[in-house]
């Protein structure tokens, strides 16, 4: 079963708006961590933003939020004011605690197309 | 060094080559990852190393492949006998700590076999 699901394959957003990003995941561990990375044409995976699954607040790192929904299991991206430099594969991304589970487990990613 | 390195970015070899893949990871982290990410799919865990050792090297997808790290410092990804199916982009993460959420990437070495 998919422990990571991104429904959107692609997307297009006038620039300046806001864009959320979908992200749902499946794990029976109370303890986990989720991320999402970007990652522009140039193939590096750029970290934006950690949630953890006891973190008591949505987490947010500039114009990146994430919107936590621990009941529902989701925990999209809102990614405010858009610019075109947001182009790019968006990937969302869990790692079940404790520490010993190392991997990253990884959707198929979003495709976000950012029109001028 | 600042980031993480990886060489070569692009690698073209024939069906039935062996390759061989460098990670330089950041100074001082002791954690390294390889993954690997096929055309518009994500990444596909395979292997981990905590300093020199690899306590798992259960994603490696075939006995073609193996890593090493030597020094707690580079890893060498080597694909023996390559095939068409191991065409893709191989990034290499490391972390400072087993685990930590620290994970930095490299560009990614794309590996075409022909």
């Known amino acids: 079963a998919q422990k990571i699901t991104q429904t959107q394959p692609g997307m297009f957003v006038q620039e300046k708006e806001a864009v959320t990003l979908d992200c749902t995941y499946d794990t029976s561990d109370p303890s986990y961590g989720l991320f999402w990375y970007k990652q522009p044409s140039s193939g590096e995976m750029i970290f934006l933003i950690y949630?953890?699954?006891?973190d008591q607040q949505n987490a947010t790192e500039g114009r990146y939020s994430l919107n936590f929904q621990k009941a529902r299991k989701s925990a999209n991206l809102v990614i405010s004011a858009s610019q075109l430099g947001d182009s790019a594969m968006y990937f969302c991304a869990m790692r079940e605690l404790p520490d010993s589970n190392y991997q990253l487990i990884w959707g198929a990613g979003t495709k976000l197309i950012i029109k001028p | 060094g600042a980031g993480v390195s990886q060489s070569p970015s692009n690698k073209v070899t024939e069906k039935g080559k062996d390759v061989e893949l460098r990670c330089d990871p950041i100074?001082?982290?002791?954690?390294l990852y390889w993954y690997r990410q096929s055309l518009g799919q994500g990444l596909e865990f395979l292997i981990y190393f905590q300093g020199n050792s690899a306590p798992d090297k259960s994603g490696l997808p075939s006995d073609r492949f193996s890593a090493e790290r030597t020094g707690g410092s580079v890893s060498t990804l080597t694909i023996q006998r390559t095939q068409q199916e191991d065409s893709a982009v191989y990034l290499c993460a490391s972390s400072p700590r087993q685990g930590g959420y620290g994970y930095t990437f490299g560009s990614g070495t794309r590996l075409t076999v022909v």
């Open positions: 949630q953890g699954s006891y």
């Open positions: 100074s001082g982290h002791t954690a």
